[in-house]
């Protein structure tokens, strides 16, 4: 199933003597090297294994028929470690003029003969893929005066998925331009407490970034930042307050109160 069974004919000259006409064997063998030559332009993928040949006479007068073998030597590739094989042998009659060749296109090749050398095995070594490997800090902010719902706690909520795409979309800017080693940033849970904020950020192993700096970048980005809002008095990296910013709702209470105690102050003078 899946596969595309293709009948060809190949006409002889029927002038020509038994001897001038190809044998079977040759007629095969040269579908073989076509179908298998690297520089072939062809676009089917043809496998080898399935060729058969058949001989029929047309001729009007009746010729006595030997059954003979034409044996296709199996060719074996081995790409990145897996053995394939094609080839095989075919039963066929004798003395002909049409020749019919059947060939069986798969829907799915896996591996494509480079050789076509019979009896010839061709090793290609197999190319290793070092994964790099990548560290994972966890950021933790508050987004003080935001409302904290319960759909939060759902990640595959309507609002979870926003809330994490606003907060990636806006911070991996930051992150990008500051180190080169960065290589993503994924919100992972929001918690109660307005709403708190818990993230994973990934760097490449070989140059990781200290907490302070991890946390800085998101100090400095805060006043740039619209869609939320960044308490940097909150900012934590893998479970451990790095941040020495102060809110700016913080600073705006601690000024309130300034200002308070020196008109009290003044007042009293009076």
């Given amino acids: 199933m899946g596969n595309t069974e ?27 090297e076509a179908v298998t030559n690297p520089n072939n332009t062809f676009n089917l ?32 590739t081995t790409i990145a470690g897996a053995s394939t094989t094609t ?9 002909t003029t049409t020749t019919n060749i059947t060939i069986t296109t798969p829907a799915t090749i896996a591996a494509t003969t480079t050789t076509a050398t019979p009896t010839n095995t061709t090793s290609v070594p197999a190319t290793t893929t ?5 560290t994972t800090r966890q950021l933790t902010f ?14 595959s909520s309507a609002a979870f998925t926003s809330r994490a ?35 994973d950020i990934g760097f490449a192993s070989t140059s990781v970034p200290n907490n302070t700096q991890i946390a800085n970048v ?28 102060v809110s700016h709702k913080s600073l705006s209470l601690i000024t309130a109160s300034c200002l308070v105690l020196m008109s ?6 009076q």
Avoid at 16 to 32: K, M, R, S
Avoid at 185 to 193: A, D, I
Avoid at 221 to 227: D, L, Q
Avoid at 264 to 269: E, F, I, R, T, V
């Fill in 142 to 155: 508050r987004s003080v005066g935001e409302t904290f719902t319960s759909d939060l706690q759902d990640t």
């Fill in 218 to 245: 998101l100090v400095n980005a805060a006043s740039n930042i619209t869609t939320f809002n960044v308490d940097t008095a909150s900012i934590s990296v893998d479970g451990t307050q790095v941040s020495s910013g």
């Fill in 6 to 32: 293709a009948e060809v004919g190949l006409e002889f000259n029927q002038t020509d003597t038994t001897a001038e006409i190809p044998q079977a064997t040759a007629v095969a063998e040269t579908l073989v």
């Fill in 165 to 199: 795409s606003l907060i990636k979309s806006t911070l991996e800017p930051f992150y990008q331009q500051e180190f080169p080693s960065f290589r993503s940033l994924n919100v992972v849970s929001f918690s109660n407490g307005s709403i708190i904020n818990n993230m």
């Fill in 45 to 76: 993928t043809v496998e080898a294994n399935s060729i058969q040949v058949v001989e029929r006479n047309n001729s009007t007068t009746a010729m006595p028929t030997v059954n003979t073998t034409a044996t296709i030597a199996a060719t074996t």
């Fill in 87 to 95: 080839g095989g042998s075919t039963t066929i009659g004798n003395t």
């Fill in 264 to 269: 009290w102050l003044l007042s009293s003078q």
């Fill in 130 to 134: 070092t994964a790099e490997a990548v």
